[in-house]
């Protein structure tokens, strides 16, 4: 059941890019995607029964792999910069256009 409730918010952040027109709509739809994908990865990387892997003399046991946490980390900061950069991009693209739905600035744009 959790893992379908992953699948649609990936496909709801897909669907929303591909059908939204608003450009801030799709910035946010890619948002949710990612979400999506970062929770799936989790779950694919979750395992019952292991330990944090810290020393402290305990005897050996099942330990949780920590290269699963760092890319996530690293997938959060790198989602968070670039939807960061969109936003930088679309709000100087407003500044030349009165409106942010994509039809309309194709139909505005002239090479």
């Known amino acids: 059941m ?3 409730c992953v699948y649609a918010t990936i496909l709801l952040g897909f669907f929303g890019i591909l059908l939204k027109e608003n450009l801030v709509m ?3 739809a890619m948002d949710v995607m990612s979400t999506g994908v970062i ?3 989790l779950l694919v990387a979750a395992h019952d029964g292991t330990y ?4 402290n003399g305990a005897p050996p046991a ?3 792999d920590p290269v699963p946490q760092a890319v996530i ?3 959060i900061v790198i989602g968070f910069s670039i939807q960061a950069l969109m936003l930088v991009g679309v709000m ?3 500044r030349d256009n009165p409106t942010l739905e994509t039809r309309a600035i194709e ?3 002239r090479p």
């Open 2 to 4: 959790l893992y379908a």
């Open 26 to 28: 799709k910035i946010i």
């Open 39 to 41: 929770a799936l990865f």
């Open 52 to 55: 944090t892997p810290i020393v």
């Open 62 to 64: 099942a330990y949780a």
């Open 73 to 75: 980390l690293t997938a």
């Open 92 to 94: 100087k693209l407003a």
């Open 107 to 109: 139909q505005e744009y």
